[in-house]
């Protein structure tokens, strides 16, 4: 049976995760600066003061939601299991994995995008996650070029924005599909761009015929 501290540790994280989706509910709908304190706790029926027992300002709980709807314990996965698979399936995992997790807080990401635009605090912590996810995949492609399998004259920091960049654009223009159509997109958009980044847009030279 779990025990009495165990119990109020699992309500405490109940009430945490409640939270959280209200004030994403909220910001949202309202945005990050037009959203208050006082209304999260409205609207989950609460007084004001238990929000500060669990986030001590409206800028702590807005880091959260954001780090809860990065990728980048996903991405680290993904790159340390790599080994010596082929760079090209690393990369098609990375986009995929990318989109869907972009997909999935789909509200969330949109309120962020708009937000930071008006709101140097809120861009700087974005760009500060943008980054750990950055350093890692600029790591595995220098890794890469150490070993002969990348071209060693690219700027690793340069493919991985390349990668990045094209999963934001993609998610802007077919965010708002439905899941299947989303899906089958998102698919489609990963395998190709992982050649494009792999094998880049000249043909292949045929093998040419022994006389």
């Not at 910001?27 to 027992?53: D, K, W």
């Not at 800028?59 to 996903?74: I, K, M, P, T």
């Not at 760079?87 to 509200?107: K, P, Q």
């Amino acid at each position: 049976m779990p025990t009495e501290e165990g119990s109020r540790k699992q309500a405490a994280n109940r009430r945490r995760e409640e939270i959280l989706q209200a004030a994403v509910r909220l910001f949202c709908e309202r945005g990050y600066e037009g959203t208050t304190i006082r209304e999260i706790a409205n609207e989950l029926g609460v007084a004001e003061g238990l929000l500060y027992h669990y986030f001590t300002s409206k800028s702590e709980l807005v880091a959260e939601c954001w780090r809860r709807h990065q990728w980048h314990g996903r991405l680290s996965t993904i790159v340390r299991s790599a080994g010596q698979r082929p760079v090209e399936d690393v990369i098609h995992n990375l986009l995929r994995e990318h989109l869907r997790v972009i997909y999935e807080h789909g509200s969330a990401f949109r309120m962020h995008a708009a937000e930071m635009l008006r709101d140097g605090a809120l861009a700087e912590l974005s760009q500060r996650f943008d980054d750990d996810a950055r350093t890692v995949i600029a790591a595995y492609i220098s890794q890469n070029q150490a070993r002969g399998r990348i071209r060693s004259d690219l700027d690793p920091h340069v493919i991985t924005g390349a990668l990045m960049g094209m999963v934001v654009t993609f998610f802007v223009v077919h965010g708002r599909k439905e899941a299947p159509e989303w899906e089958r997109l998102s698919d489609h958009m990963a395998a190709n761009a992982s050649m494009l980044i792999v094998h880049g847009i000249t043909p292949v030279a045929a093998p040419s015929e022994s006389a």
